[in-house]
């Protein structure tokens, strides 16, 4: 069985901050990695994606994060947080078992709030 | 429709009752996901159908959940005898095949009292 875990529950930070945001999982085989995000009042909506290639992967809104496989992680980055990037981060892993790919696994999630 | 639609976006029903909550997925897609959100925590997978099969129903919490996608559009959540427990925001998501990214739809909020 696979899992996510987010480090950081609530995170709080003044505009033009730099911003990462722990994950890591646990799976013993190929996995696709996403973090989703979701504004107040908004669904879930992607921000990136690594399924292959170079780990550092750029996703919406300014954000990065890169996959260390030898650390089991895959953390969200951000040179200079905004107010309106307050909202809920979801980290979520897919991985692959023998009948084809798996439905995701989310961490509990981070609450960033931006301070202006 | 440009994005996934869910209905009803609240339902709230008494203990005991049977509900059946609808997703609608984007056009064309044939991979169809049910998670289950509670407050506080992430989305935990429920069941994966492609196209009309349940291709995973591994996260179903027990016989009282079903879900059905006769024509591999359209799926049906069905909870039989709801529980208190079973309060939370259900949520649908489809892709374009089982290993591409999932589009979310706004959920449907269900209590149980």
């Known amino acids: 069985a696979q899992s996510v875990s987010q480090h950081n529950h609530h995170v709080i930070l003044s505009e033009a901050a730099s911003l990462e945001l722990g994950c890591n999982y646990s799976?013993?085989?190929?996995?696709?990695l996403f973090w989703y995000v979701q504004y107040p009042g908004q669904h879930l909506q992607l921000l990136l994606k690594?399924?292959?290639?170079?780990?550092l992967v750029k996703g919406i809104k300014g954000f990065e994060a890169e996959f260390i496989k030898s650390k089991f992680s895959f953390n969200l980055r951000k040179p200079s947080v905004q107010w309106s990037d307050t909202a809920e981060y979801f980290c979520?892993?897919?991985?692959?078992?023998?009948?084809?790919?798996?439905?995701?696994?989310f961490g509990k999630g981070t609450h960033l709030i931006i301070q202006p | 429709g440009a994005g996934v639609s869910q209905t009803p976006s609240n339902k709230v029903t008494e203990k005991g009752k049977y509900v059946e909550l609808r997703c609608d997925p984007i056009?064309?897609?044939?991979?169809l996901y049910w998670y289950r959100q509670s407050l506080g925590q992430g989305p935990e997978f429920l069941i994966y159908?492609?196209?009309?099969?349940?291709?995973?129903d591994s996260g179903l919490p027990n016989d009282r959940f079903f879900a059905v996608r006769p024509e591999g559009s359209v799926s049906t959540l069905k909870i039989q005898r709801t529980e208190r427990g079973d309060s939370a925001v259900y949520l649908c998501?489809?892709?374009?095949?089982?290993?591409?990214?999932?589009?979310f739809g706004p959920g449907t909020r269900l209590t149980v009292t």
């Open positions: 159908f492609q196209g009309t099969g349940a291709a995973d």
């Open positions: 690594y399924f292959s290639g170079d780990p």
């Open positions: 799976y013993g085989g190929t996995v696709n």
């Open positions: 998501a489809s892709s374009q095949s089982g290993v591409n990214e999932q589009y």
């Open positions: 979520a892993v897919m991985g692959y078992s023998g009948g084809g790919a798996d439905g995701l696994t």
């Open positions: 056009s064309g897609h044939t991979a």
